[in-house]
């Protein structure tokens, strides 16, 4: 089993910056792809970024392509999304999975409870 738990939420003004982490605990999860979705009220839950165990393989959804990074500290079992140029339609809960596999990381196995990120005009 791998426990996850994301921190970094909050209340921002369009155009900020937040970054949001993924503390990870468990089975060897430097060993695990990780990835980030979010969820906004009402709309489906949407991937946005994944990266494999490694840290040299990245993945981005359209939607955050150059304005979201996906990082991941193996020596602190934490994975990490950088966010700049927020915009309103990025409000939404965020969510941090993990799957032993890359390439099932757009349907993980392990999922956090999820934060808030709410963007104001």
């Known amino acids: 089993q791998v426990q996850l738990v994301e921190s970094g939420g909050g209340l921002v003004q369009a155009g900020g910056s937040l970054r949001l982490s993924c503390a990870a605990s468990?089975?060897?999860?430097?060993?695990?792809?990780a990835g980030w979705f979010r969820q906004d009220t009402g709309k489906e839950r949407e991937f946005i970024a994944a990266i494999n165990w490694s840290d040299i393989t990245t993945y981005y959804a359209d939607s955050v392509k150059g304005r979201f990074t996906i990082s991941r500290d193996n020596a602190k079992n934490t994975v990490y999304l950088q966010m700049n140029s927020l915009k309103p339609e990025d409000t939404a809960v965020y969510y941090c999975?993990?799957?032993?596999?890359?390439?099932?990381?757009?349907?993980?196995?392990?999922w956090g409870q999820g934060t808030q990120v709410t963007v104001s005009l």
């Open positions: 999975a993990a799957d032993s596999k890359y390439s099932d990381m757009g349907s993980p196995d392990y």
């Open positions: 468990g089975r060897t999860f430097s060993r695990y792809a």
